[in-house]
Each structure stands twice: as structure tokens, then as C-alpha cells.
């Protein structure tokens, strides 16, 4: 059975950072591109940032360089340093992997 854990979100105020982790279980990342992804309230989910099998970095439009995606296929992890983070940022973040989704880590930033 596969299963995707992220873990790393918390309640922060604007222009602090998290790094939140995808761990997974019954599946290897190393041959597979990855993504997270976030969903606000009231909005659809949305790309954040994707990740190949060689770790090349791709990254939505709004990130505008605050974030960085990395893998560490040693451990079957792969993790989303969030800098600078702003209200709008604020959602559930989902760890992706073909068909599979993990629950989702809040992150929450408010003043």
C-alpha cells in the first residue's frame, strides 16, 4: 500500500519560513517526478513546484524564487523550503506522486 506523509506545517507570521517533508511508504521516488501542490480555501488546488527524477526544479509563477524544491531519494523524501511566506500563501499542501496524494500539511500565516 502506498501512502505520501507530509509533516513541517505550523502557524507562522508573514516573512517567516517552514520546510515541510513528503515521506514515502510503500513506493521508491528515486525514478519518479514529483510535485506539491496547495489548496486554499475557496480556491482549486494548485502546482507549487515539481521535481524530476534528476532534480530539476520547476516552479509556479507565484513562488518568484521565495521557495525551493529538493529530494533526497536516500531517505524516499522529498521537501519544499517555503521563505518569505505571506498570507496568500496560506492552504493545505499535498505531496504528489502520479496517482497518489498524500493528507496535506497546513500552513497557516497570519500577523
Known amino acids: 500500500q502506498v501512502q505520501l506523509v507530509e509533516s513541517g506545517g505550523d502557524s507562522v507570521q508573514p516573512g517567516e519560513s517552514l520546510r515541510l517533508s513528503c515521506e514515502g511508504f510503500?513506493?521508491?521516488?528515486?525514478?519518479?517526478?514529483m510535485g506539491w501542490y496547495r489548496q486554499s480555501p475557496g480556491k482549486e488546488r494548485e502546482l507549487v513546484a515539481g521535481?524530476?527524477?534528476?532534480?530539476?526544479?520547476n516552479y509556479a509563477d507565484f513562488v518568484k524564487g521565495r521557495f525551493v524544491i529538493s529530494r533526497d531519494d536516500a531517505r524516499n523524501k522529498i521537501h519544499l523550503l517555503l521563505n518569505n511566506l505571506n498570507a496568500e500563501d496560506t492552504g493545505t499542501y499535498f505531496c504528489?506522486?502520479?496517482?497518489?496524494w498524500g493528507q496535506g500539511t497546513q500552513v497557516t500565516v497570519s500577523s
Open positions: 521535481i524530476s527524477p534528476t532534480g530539476s526544479p
Open positions: 510503500g513506493i521508491t521516488f528515486r525514478t519518479y517526478g
Open positions: 504528489h506522486l502520479g496517482m497518489y
